[in-house]
């Protein structure tokens, strides 16, 4: 199974402060999702405002969503046809750019969206799935950031899925 070739390219500082590149590199930490969904994290954080500081790789990094309260994960995710179907809420708020190719995003309500390559989305902790019916992969680029439980009328969304 091919995966997207994604270059990943992170600065640093060197000891006496001057910019660096740290990591240039072609992702090849991608982990298996869910059956046909397929994520590499670019980067990740744990903190709010994040610490800049520091050599560490935090991209390798295993984080779900988000990896704890006040951090953020940046990934890139490979949708094949067929994906399997995970209905869930985060306690995230996700900016997505559809890279390549075209896939579906479901409602709880069964309302759908198709997105194709160039399109961006806010999903704001509402309870969805994603969906491949295409002939081909869907590439796009995730950030998650957490953010508190949605709050409609008196009633609290948990997270789950």
Known sequence: MKLPAVRRIVT????SGK???QIDEVCSH?????????????????????????????????GKFTLIENGTVFRIIDF???????????D??????????????????????HLKAGDVMVQRGTVHNWINRGPESCV???ILIHANSVVAGDKTLAPFG
């Open 12 to 15: 640093g500082h060197d000891d």
């Open 140 to 142: 796009v680029a995730v």
């Open 92 to 113: 995230t708020i996700d900016y997505i750019v559809v890279m390549s190719g075209e896939i579906d995003m479901e409602l709880e309500s069964g309302q759908e969206v």
């Open 30 to 62: 991608y982990r298996e999702g869910r059956p046909g969904a397929h994520v590499c994290n670019i980067w990740t954080t744990d903190t709010s405002p994040p610490d800049n500081s520091g050599h560490s790789d935090m991209g390798r990094r295993e």
């Open 19 to 21: 910019a660096i590149v």
């Open 80 to 90: 094949k046809p067929g994906v399997q179907q995970r209905v869930h809420r985060t």
